[in-house]
């Protein structure tokens, strides 16, 4: 919080005193007064809650996918060895490269947005995955066979544990990803629904020369992000990871 402040303190003294030319980068006040009258009495409110449910939907899409592939994965070499090939050739493979054909073959809709998401998301989340299950101690494994466990009980006694800081940072990656997918999609696709997101509303901030606007969608995505890791990512962090001595404080 203190070097938030500091940094919006800089922006508004750099506005105010002359530093930049204010059409460029507006004082902080300025876009903070847009930004409440957007969210509270213009569109931005609704275009926010169609981004965020877009990419909670795309996000759940894409965990269970990850969790169920990762499960066949450990139970065949083959076919871990398959999706090791694919994550390594999709995953640094940018969302914003493969809309074209993401268009051709799907149109411009909601499921095109869906795709992208996944895109962005499933193959950060399956390399975590596969990663940890790599890194459990063949001895803890063995441990549990020779003491009589049930695949359940292995599952939530053992690999729960030894996964859970890699899915944590699967999910704090894939989260980021997500965003980048969405935001970038709506800005090429344009208005999807009858209002859009909020790639949309910062499209049409530059396409109108709004900066305030621009700014407004950016720290928009900037607090939710924030929101997330605080609430959601620490949350889970704190319960289990930390809680279990696995990370410092």
């Given at each position: 919080m203190l070097w938030l402040i500091v940094l919006l303190a800089l922006w508004?003294?750099?506005?105010?005193?002359?530093?930049?030319?204010?059409?460029?980068?507006?004082?902080?006040?300025?876009?903070?007064?847009?930004?409440?009258?957007?969210?509270?009495?213009?569109?931005?409110?609704?275009?926010?809650?169609?981004?965020?449910w877009v990419v909670l939907q795309g996000f759940g899409i894409s965990f269970a996918l990850a969790v169920v592939i990762t499960a066949l994965c450990a139970a065949s070499r083959s076919i871990e060895s398959l999706f090791n090939t694919l994550s390594t050739i999709l995953n640094p493979l940018p969302a914003v490269a493969i809309m074209p054909l993401i268009i051709m073959w799907f149109g411009i809709d909601v499921t095109a947005m869906f795709i992208i998401i996944i895109h962005g998301v499933l193959w950060t989340l399956i390399r975590h995955l596969l990663d940890g299950l790599r890194a459990i101690p063949a001895a803890q494994l063995e441990f549990g066979r020779n003491i009589g466990l049930s695949p359940f009980r292995m599952f939530s006694g053992i690999i729960v544990f030894a996964l859970m800081p890699e899915l944590l940072a699967g999910l704090r990656t894939g989260w980021g990803r997500a965003w980048r997918a969405l935001i970038s999609a709506e800005m090429v696709f344009g208005m999807i629904g009858t209002l859009g997101g909020l790639g949309y509303y910062i499209y049409m901030g530059r396409a109108y020369a709004r900066i305030s606007d621009v700014l407004a969608g950016i720290i928009i995505i900037a607090v939710i992000g924030i929101a997330a890791e605080s609430f959601v990512f620490g949350g889970i962090e704190r319960a289990t990871t930390r809680k279990w001595g696995m990370t410092r404080e």
């Open positions: 508004e003294a750099a506005a105010r005193l002359g530093w930049v030319n204010t059409y460029i980068l507006p004082p902080f006040t300025t876009v903070a007064a847009r930004l409440w009258h957007e969210l509270f009495f213009g569109r931005l409110g609704v275009q926010t809650l169609n981004s965020l």
